[in-house]
């Protein structure tokens, strides 16, 4: 099928193309304001990136990368999300002999096997913030911060932060217990794939998408009530910042994330049915997880410009306007051309949209266009007007038409 896109991928162009500008413009002038370096990683990465430092239980790894063998026989994936891509260039690189903290942000395509849905494609976009060095809380109320500013200057007005913690390895191990005493008591109902996840990650239950288990683990033990003193006093720190800096959230302990690198702080941002738009949390173990050495702390996020522009359109934003065409230059012979095109040319220079006719259209025909694009003004070129040095331009808006010279063309779009 050459004319048909592969399921579950899209064409950009048009309003949708605008919106998706819109939105990775706000992204990086929030980022520079907050100092954060943008960082491009490759499309694909050795496999074993990804089941080291995604997991090897997650979905992801075990149903939905794009996984294939090279010519040289090496074991090759699409990148699934943001966050391991950029820890291996942050290692590779040695990002972390400098000072710290390091902060980078990616907008990225990211590559799912999964069945497509509004607002999740099997190729989707993801803007993602990762904040490496810092143990504080202070880095998680950073991106936290970051993400709200974002989601007001876009406009949505029914978003809601929630939090939770899932621990360390230490107080994990105590869960673990108490999560595999409850499903064994259950295990009868639970999907083919949540009991196969009771040996090798039990916490992963907790994130089943399936009814019945979703049902059977409404009464399950939470991380929050096994936390160890550091795990708890972080989160109360947390809670606390967030609490004097005024930032509305809810404490949620079915949230767990996806992912297994993820430890201590997880957060989600959700819209008023509780539908997520953007997940993050601290990964502390994750460096280490990856390179064997480093004990590097570390907190990101990341969330699918798809799912925000379906969040857009639910709650009826409107962004601003594509910018209008300012001025639409009209062509009377062939003889005009060079001297028309040679206008346009220099006021594009000054940063005016300029327009002109590239199809030998009558100037009827030109007009009609010039109308159709929303062009604010047009002028028509000809040898007459070349000679005389002016112009009639045409206010389209108001029908209004004025004399200018040729050269004055520029300070009357100023005005």
Known sequence: MI?????????????????????????????????????????????????????????????????????????ITLKPEGTAGTVR???????????????LFYITPAFRYENPQSGRLRQHHQFGVEFFGSASPLAEVELITLLM?????????????????????????????ALLEFLKRHEDKLCGTCKERMEKNPLRIIDCKVDGCKEIVKDAPRTIEYLD????????????LLNELNIPFEVDTGIVRGLDYYTKTVFEFVNGEGFTLCGGGRYDNLIHEI??????????????IERIINELETEKVELPKEPAVDLYVGILGKESKAAAYSLVRELRKEGFIIETDYMDRSVKAQMKYANKIGAKHTVIIGADELAAKKVNIKDMDRGEQFELSLDKISDFLKR
């Open 3 to 75: 004319t048909q896109r592969p399921k579950g991928t899209q064409d950009w162009y048009g309003s949708n193309m605008y919106k998706r500008t819109i939105i990775e413009e706000i992204a990086r002038k929030i980022c520079k304001a907050y100092h954060i370096k943008e960082i491009i990683t490759p499309v694909f990465e050795h496999t074993i990136l990804f089941q080291r430092g995604v997991g090897e239980t997650t979905d992801v790894v075990q149903k939905e990368m794009y996984t294939f063998m090279d010519k040289g026989n090496r074991s």
């Open 89 to 103: 260039a942050y290692l590779e690189n040695s990002l972390y002999a400098e000072s710290q903290p390091t902060k």
């Open 149 to 177: 500013e974002f989601m007001k200057e876009l406009g949505l007005k029914g978003v809601k932060l929630h939090i939770n913690s899932i621990g360390c390895k230490n107080c994990r191990k105590e869960y673990n217990k």
């Open 229 to 240: 003193e550091e795990c708890k006093d972080h989160f109360n720190d947390l809670q606390s």
């Open 291 to 304: 390179d064997g050495k480093q004990d590097i702390p570390a907190v990101g996020f990341g969330f699918g």
